[in-house]
């Protein structure tokens, strides 16, 4: 498996740790969009989409099922957010 396509929205909104959102291909025919890019302590890191269920936990849609996957996402959205220069008017 392979990503193919990165794409990053930037999010400036006061008081929020979210800093953007990703999209992300893999080989060209497979699209994860709504993956969040959140200020950690230390680094920034990513969160899954993820849905509210009827007991209020949320659950992720799609997700990494490994150490190794969930890093090379990582990798590739991090780095793809340190070269974007654009960011978005702050969502509600």
């Known amino acids: 498996m392979k ?3 990165v794409k990053v929205r930037k999010i400036e909104k006061e ?3 979210m800093k ?3 999209s992300v291909v ?10 969040r890019i959140i200020q950690g302590d230390d680094k920034l890191f990513i ?5 509210k269920l009827a007991n209020g936990e949320y659950s992720d849609v799609a997700h990494p099922i490994n150490s190794e996957t969930r890093k090379m996402f990582e990798d590739a959205i991090i ?3 340190n070269n974007t220069e654009d ?4 969502e509600e």
């Open 79 to 81: 780095e793809e957010y």
């Open 87 to 90: 960011v978005a008017e702050e």
């Open 26 to 35: 893999l080989d060209d025919c497979f699209a994860i969009k709504d993956i």
């Open 3 to 5: 990503i193919t396509s």
């Open 20 to 22: 953007g959102k990703a």
């Open 47 to 51: 969160a899954m989409p993820s849905r």
């Open 15 to 17: 008081d929020s740790r």
